[in-house]
Structure formats: C-alpha cells, structure tokens
C-alpha cells in the first residue's frame, strides 16, 4: 500500500517553529520538548519530498531551485542529529531542526507551492 503523504503546511511549520524560536519563547517541558522534536522530524520528512519534487521542474540555473535545493541538503543532514538523553541537547537539537523547518517552510512559499 502507498504511503498517503499530509500535504504540507508552511503555516503551521512556521507556527511550530516560532514555539522555539520565537524571541520571548519559553523554555518547554521535558514531555512537550519530546512532542516538539517528533513533530519537527515530521514535517521536515514530509516537506522535503514535495520541496524537490517542485525544485526538479525548474531550470537548473534557476537560484530559487537552488536555494530550496541546498536547505534539503541541510535538512536531510540534520535529520541525522540525535538528540541524546539530556534536557539541554535534546533542546539544542530541537532548535536546529525548527530552524530547518522555517527554512523549508520559506522556501516551499518561495517555489510558490504555498496557497
């Protein structure tokens, strides 16, 4: 049976990501940071398919392509992370990966995938 993919939002990757990114953010508790790091893995493993799929059609001069292409790159990579058993580097993990999200998230907008 195929895999049914969740169409990506770019709204409620950025939303997501402002929980740890935001300025004023607070700092969440175990159970939420937990929560938070399986929903940004989510997202980025659904975002990267669609982003390439997009960036594919383009020229291969064609800078936004890539842009989008090189934050693949990144996120694949950061896919890689492992958040280890601790509060502060599950955190730190936490935040690099909602950065990659809100990258994505600007680039899928940027391919004009968003609606």
């Known amino acids: ?31 939420e940071l937990d929560s938070l790091l399986l929903a940004l893995r989510g997202m980025i493993e659904n975002a990267v398919p ?27 990579m950061r896919l890689r992370l492992t958040p280890g058993e601790a509060f502060d580097q599950r955190h730190v993990v936490a935040r690099k990966l909602a950065l990659t999200v809100r990258s994505l998230a600007d680039h899928y907008w940027a391919l004009g995938r968003a609606s």
């Open 1 to 31: 049976m195929p895999h049914a993919t969740v169409p990506v939002d770019p709204k409620r990757m950025r939303e997501t990501a402002t929980l740890l990114l935001a300025p004023d953010a607070r700092e969440p508790a175990p159970d």
């Open 50 to 76: 669609e982003i390439e799929a997009v960036a594919a059609r383009l020229p291969e001069d064609d800078v936004p392509r890539a842009c989008a292409l090189a934050c693949v790159g990144e996120a694949r």
